[in-house]
C-alpha cells in the first residue's frame, strides 16, 4: 500500500532549520500502514531534507559549517542572471540533498535516540514550503 501525504512548513529562509519529525510522526499514525518506509521529499531547490540531532548546539554549529563550506558573499552565476541573490542557496539545498527514507516499524520511525529529520531552507527570505510524505508499507 502506499499514502501520500504533505506537510505545508512555514520557514524564515537563511539557513532556517525546522525539526518535522513529530508532523511526520501525526501522518504515519493516520496513514494505516504498520511496517514499511517513508520518503520525505521536498519540492523546493533552496531547501533540503536531512537527518541530524536538533539541538541548539550542533543547529549553530550546522548553520557555521554551511558558511565555510558555500559561502554567501562570493559571486554566484545564478545570481548574475536572475538577480535574486539566493544562487548559494541552490547551491546549499544541492549538497545536502532533497529527501530522506527513513523506515518504521509498529506506527513507529526507527529513527535513532538522537535522530530528527529537519527540513533546511537556506533560501534568501521567509517561504512557505511543501513536503512530500510518501509511506509505503502494510
Same mark, same amino acid.
Given at each position: ?8 512548513? $512555514?520557514?524564515? @529562509? ?13 501522518? /504515519? ?6 511496517? *514499511?518506509?517513508? #520518503?520525505? +521529499?521536498? #519540492?523546493?531547490?533552496?531547501? *533540503? &531534507? ?8 550542533? &543547529? %549553530?554549529? +550546522? $548553520? !557555521? %559549517?554551511?558558511?565555510?563550506?558555500? =559561502? $554567501? ?6 545570481? !548574475?542572471?536572475?538577480?535574486? @541573490? ?6 546549499? %539545498?544541492?549538497?545536502? *540533498?532533497?529527501?530522506?527514507?527513513? =523506515? ?5 520511525? #526507527? /529513527? ?18 511543501? &513536503?512530500?510524505?510518501? +509511506?509505503? @508499507?502494510?
Amino acid at each position: 500500500m502506499i499514502v501520500n501525504r504533505s506537510l505545508e512548513i $512555514k520557514t524564515q @529562509g537563511n539557513t532556517d532549520i525546522i525539526n518535522i519529525t513529530p508532523d511526520i510522526e501525526r501522518s /504515519l499514525s493516520t496513514a494505516g500502514i504498520r511496517e *514499511g518506509a517513508v #520518503t520525505v +521529499f521536498s #519540492t523546493h531547490t533552496t531547501c *533540503g &531534507i536531512t537527518i541530524i540531532e536538533y539541538e541548539p548546539g550542533l &543547529i %549553530a554549529d +550546522f $548553520k !557555521k %559549517a554551511w558558511e565555510r563550506i558555500v =559561502p $554567501k558573499n562570493i559571486t554566484y552565476e545564478h545570481d !548574475k542572471r536572475w538577480g535574486d @541573490g539566493n544562487g548559494y542557496s541552490h547551491v546549499r %539545498a544541492s549538497l545536502l *540533498g532533497f529527501s530522506v527514507t527513513i =523506515p518504521f516499524a509498529d506506527d513507529r520511525m #526507527t /529513527l535513532g535516540t538522537w535522530q530528527q529529520v529537519v527540513l533546511v531552507d537556506f533560501d534568501v527570505r521567509p517561504r512557505e514550503r511543501r &513536503i512530500i510524505l510518501q +509511506f509505503s @508499507g502494510e
